[in-house]
């Protein structure tokens, strides 16, 4: 039987990121998305144009519908819109014992839009997270819930030592808005850190890049796949999805999620770089 896995996000119509994105990446990787809607974006690659939640009523009923019929392998979550929102899918993934669970904190969209109200940032630190087996931040997300400024490379470790503290057994934060020739990603478990990276791609068009490379990593954890070889997977499957951009859309295009079928991914490397004593 394949997989299954649920996304819980928020729909961008524009289909580069959120739900979407989810579960074209689902479907590539070769398992059974289903999906939980938090809110609907009205959005195109410029930006977005609106937003509606979907109550917290309604969100309860998706989740049972899931729960109570399908064998979730693993799950995500993106945009979560508010701390209602975060408390009926904290609830849920609870009742549900979906257990590995991946929480892509997604705040704030590339075009600047607001995805997540101030006010949740405390329920998803408190609610959420301590029922997640990994949450990837980018450096912006990062600062937000640790209260740090991250700049430097020991920013980065303090800042994932905090979050990691928050009772998830994995931290990846990624570098995706940073500079430099190589993108990044710091990943710290309880007992090892270590820097994730591929070749820097010239674009513009990385709209959804966060919530692909989550889902890629939610499908191969369904698999079965440890923490660190589905997190090496998801990072291949992103960096050849930006690599071979699609060119749609006169804003942030989105990324290719057919190419990692069909291209070969060069230069993602995985190295350790420290122990960690606890
Ligand atoms: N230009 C790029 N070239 C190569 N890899 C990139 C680039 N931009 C982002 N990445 C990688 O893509 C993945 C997603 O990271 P990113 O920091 O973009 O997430 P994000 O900001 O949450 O994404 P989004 O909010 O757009 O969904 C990470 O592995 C990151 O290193
Ligand atoms: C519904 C939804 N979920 C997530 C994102 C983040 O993606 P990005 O930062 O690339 O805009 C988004 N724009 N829309």
New binding site residues.
């Given amino acids: 039987m394949r997989p299954q896995v649920l996304t819980i996000?928020?729909?961008?119509s524009g289909g580069g990121?959120?739900i979407q994105a989810d579960l074209k990446t689902f479907q590539e990787l070769g398992v059974f998305g289903t999906s939980v809607l938090t809110a609907v974006?009205a959005?195109n690659t410029r930006g977005?144009h609106g937003v509606e939640a979907v109550s917290p009523e309604l969100v309860t009923q998706q989740l049972d519908a899931i729960g109570s019929d399908f064998t979730i392998a693993a799950c995500k979550t993106?945009?979560l819109f508010d701390a209602a929102r975060i408390e009926v899918v904290a609830d849920g993934v609870r009742r549900h014992t979906f257990n590995r669970l991946v929480v892509d904190p997604?705040m704030i969209?590339?075009?600047g839009a607001s995805?997540l109200q101030d006010s949740a940032v405390q329920a998803l630190k408190t609610s959420l997270l301590p029922l997640a087996t990994v949450v990837t931040p980018n450096v912006p997300e990062a600062e937000v819930l640790t209260g740090m400024t991250i700049r430097t490379f020991e920013d980065r470790i303090k800042a994932a030592e905090q979050m990691l503290a928050y009772g998830v057994r994995a931290v990846i934060l990624k570098g995706g808005h940073l500079d430099g020739a190589t993108a990044d990603d710091l990943v710290m478990t309880a007992s090892e850190t270590f820097l994730l990276s591929a070749p820097r791609i010239q674009t513009s068009d990385?709209?959804?890049?966060?919530?692909t490379f989550s889902a890629a990593l939610t499908a191969e954890l369904a698999k079965g796949h440890s923490i660190l070889e589905a997190t090496v997977t998801a990072k291949r499957f992103i960096q050849c999805a930006i690599t071979h951009g699609l060119d749609i859309g006169a804003g942030?295009g989105p990324t290719n999620h057919w190419a990692y079928a069909t291209h070969e991914e060069a230069g993602v490397t995985l190295e350790s770089i420290t122990t960690n004593h606890r």
């Fill in positions: 996000a928020g729909s961008d990121a959120g974006t959005q977005v993106g945009m997604v969209a590339k075009g995805l990385t709209h959804g890049t966060g919530c942030h």
